[in-house]
């Protein structure tokens, strides 16, 4: 009999701190996996566990309601016997005692422990980062405030950061009717995560809708008055002007329990393919993991939404003693205007690989591959639908390709 099966076990419970995308899956898949015992959700924040894509997105621009954020009902909880601890910040973890401590002196103990406790946006100290109108963007309240602000229009908006989340809000305020300039270190944006021809695509779809791009750039000094921003001197020595700021420059992993409790940390937890940490009986999963994959064998950690469903379910079926592993391919999308954009593959492998298109750039429409040594490595197909499995099946399968079938679009997928 498996610890997770036994009778003290089943007494002590499932603990999982973190009330996201990554938390709200684990419970859910302990219960379809038959474990009838505690299951506990510690969630810092005062919500019903929810998921962060929307926040960026249809939920920003008013097009999604609160029911777009919830992975399940507010109810699945109570009726599946599942506690979410709301508001309330875990402090400290006991792996010799199998106990976490939460900041209001409780003390829970654990037969296994998931750690899906996400990450924090990237702090960097501007002058003026203090002011009001100055915003971070990473949490259900943020994007409430946001929307509040942004949906009325008329703001001038200084977007520092030239990620996806960064395209994805300057995308979604110009529609609101924004003006909106962005700020990156990169030369064109998105060229760290697709290289510079592809993010140029996204670039000239945000110029055609008057968003304005000073790169590469960062901010100086945020400048204000009367304790309110109203402009930002860039490190290029241009002024904007704005009445609003949104700092959106990465994040960085909440590993503080983890480390605390002696665990190893290297760019976030690092845990096995099953998802456990060097403690056995605690495990890490979500953005705050940096997990083993099966197929590149290296550690890599992924802070989308797939990868928070996915980690879950895997970390789930490891507590309960199940034989299972993270090798699903990673995938993300995006929705920016009229672009809409989905990507699965290794991220890290695509630096030295050839870029193959099938489709028209010009039209934005067209599938990207990045190929390495003759194996497609990732794939990324925008404004065409219905062929993430052929590209997942490419991936997975590391089959060698004929570059010129694979940019051919009388070539099907499934041939190559």
């Known amino acids: ?177 924004n003006k909106v300039t962005l700020l990156g270190l990169e030369d064109v944006p998105l060229s760290v995560a697709i290289g510079n021809e592809l993010g140029r695509v996204f670039a000239s779809r945000h110029e055609e809708a008057g968003v304005k791009f000073v790169l590469p750039s960062s901010a100086k000094e945020i400048q204000g008055t009367g304790g309110k921003v109203t402009s930002v001197l860039t490190t290029t020595g241009e002024v904007l002007p704005a009445d609003l700021v949104i700092v959106a420059v990465g994040v960085v992993p909440n590993t503080g329990l983890a480390k605390d409790a002696g665990l190893t940390i290297s760019n976030g937890i690092q845990v096995s393919a099953s998802l456990q940490t060097s403690d056995p009986d605690i495990l890490a999963a979500g953005d705050v993991a940096n997990a083993l994959h099966p197929v590149t064998g290296a550690y890599a950690r992924s802070e989308h939404w797939a990868n928070a469903i996915a980690s879950g379910k895997v970390a789930a079926r490891t507590m309960l003693g199940k034989d299972d592993v993270l090798d699903d391919i990673p995938y993300f999308y995006t929705d920016q205007f009229d672009l809409g954009m989905e990507y699965s593959g290794f991220g890290a492998l695509t630096k030295d690989a050839e870029l193959v298109v099938r489709g028209s750039l010009e039209k934005r429409e067209f599938i990207a591959f990045w190929v390495l040594e003759g194996r497609v490595v990732a794939g990324m197909n925008v404004n065409i639908w219905d062929v993430q499995d052929a590209i997942k099946d490419l991936i997975s399968s590391q089959r060698t390709v004929d570059t010129a079938k694979l940019a051919d679009p009388q070539t099907p997928l499934g041939d190559i």
């Not at 959700?41 to 097009?63: N, W």
């Open 1 to 177: 009999m498996s610890e997770s099966s036994s009778p003290a076990a089943q007494d002590a419970g499932m603990v999982i701190i973190g009330g996201g995308l990554t938390g709200a899956t684990a419970a859910h898949t302990l219960r379809e996996e038959g474990w009838t015992g505690p299951v506990t959700i510690v969630a810092d924040e005062q919500e019903t566990p929810y998921q962060r894509p929307p926040l960026s997105k249809g939920f920003l621009a008013g097009k999604e309601g609160e029911d777009a954020l919830l992975p399940y009902p507010a109810n699945w909880y109570p009726e599946n016997n599942v506690t979410v601890l709301e508001g309330t910040a875990a402090t400290a973890v006991d792996p010799a005692g199998h106990t976490a401590t939460l900041a209001d002196g409780t003390v829970l103990p654990y037969a296994k422990l998931l750690l899906a406790t996400g990450a924090t946006p990237r702090v960097i100290p501007f002058p003026g980062v203090d002011l009001d109108g100055v915003h971070y963007f990473r949490t259900k309240a943020d994007s409430v405030a946001m929307k509040a602000l942004l949906s009325a229009g008329g703001h001038n908006l200084v977007m520092i950061g030239s990620g996806w989340i960064g395209m994805e809000i300057a995308a979604t305020a110009t529609e609101l009717g």
